[in-house]
């Protein structure tokens, strides 16, 4: 059964930083691109970043660029996304998902708070 | 980069109505990169459709897709009350990154 797990949300002042992790498991992880997919309270859902299988591309959302980073280690099944200079904006559940062109796989999301 | 547009922003129907949601695409898009999803509150979204008309594992056959081009539509033959619920339309496979609809709310009338 595939299963991804996030952790590393939080509450964090604008400007600040938080780092997000994934633990995936039931599915070989090296052989999938993966994604970082959020949604702010009440909004729709918006594709922040993609990897992938070997970490060699990744793409941004534009709002995004220059200040999160995707990550991953195929040694450890684990994904992450490293947030830099965070606004009020990026408050929002961010999930880990597996993206297919059979659907998306998703994690439980964790939640982070920008405010002060 | 393709926009998704959704159709109703809220529904309000009665259990045992049909239910039909639009997701209309700014350019023509393969309809195997088109897919459907369910969110309750609280919750991930659950997969419904993929390929535009295939019904994901263990959803029941009252869900159904259609469409092709830039025009797709999810169908829900007979409202049950566990239907209400927000749905989303996703695009993803041509580019980078996918896309989603802003999504449609369905409500109890």
């Known amino acids: 059964e595939v299963q991804l797990v996030e952790s590393g949300g939080g509450l964090v002042q604008p400007g600040g930083s938080l780092r997000l992790s994934c633990a995936a498991s039931g599915f070989a992880f090296s052989s999938y691109w993966m994604s970082w997919i959020r949604q702010a309270p009440g909004k729709g859902l918006e594709w922040v970043a993609n990897?992938?299988?070997?970490?060699?591309?990744?793409y941004y959302v534009d709002s995004v660029k220059g200040r999160f980073t995707i990550s991953r280690d195929n040694a450890k099944n684990s994904l992450d996304l490293q947030m830099n200079s965070l606004r009020a904006e990026d408050t929002a559940v961010y999930y880990c998902?597996?993206?297919?062109?059979?659907?998306?796989?998703w994690g439980q999301g964790t939640l982070v708070t920008v405010s002060s | 980069e393709i926009v998704l547009t959704q159709s109703p922003g809220t529904l309000s129907l009665s259990p045992g109505e049909r239910a039909t949601l639009s997701c209309r695409a700014s350019q023509s898009v393969n309809s195997i990169y088109l897919a459907w999803y369910q969110q309750k509150p609280g919750q991930s979204p659950r997969l419904l459709i993929y390929g535009a008309s295939n019904r994901a594992t263990g959803i029941p056959d009252r869900f159904s897709g259609s469409g092709s081009g830039t025009d797709f539509t999810l169908t829900i033959s007979r409202l049950e009350p566990e239907d209400f619920a927000v749905y989303h339309c996703?695009?993803?496979?041509?580019?980078?990154?996918?896309?989603f609809g802003q999504g449609t709310k369905l409500e109890i009338k």
């Open positions: 990897i992938k299988k070997d970490g060699s591309e990744k």
């Open positions: 998902a597996r993206p297919s062109h059979f659907g998306v796989y």
């Open positions: 996703q695009h993803y496979g041509s580019s980078p990154l996918g896309t």
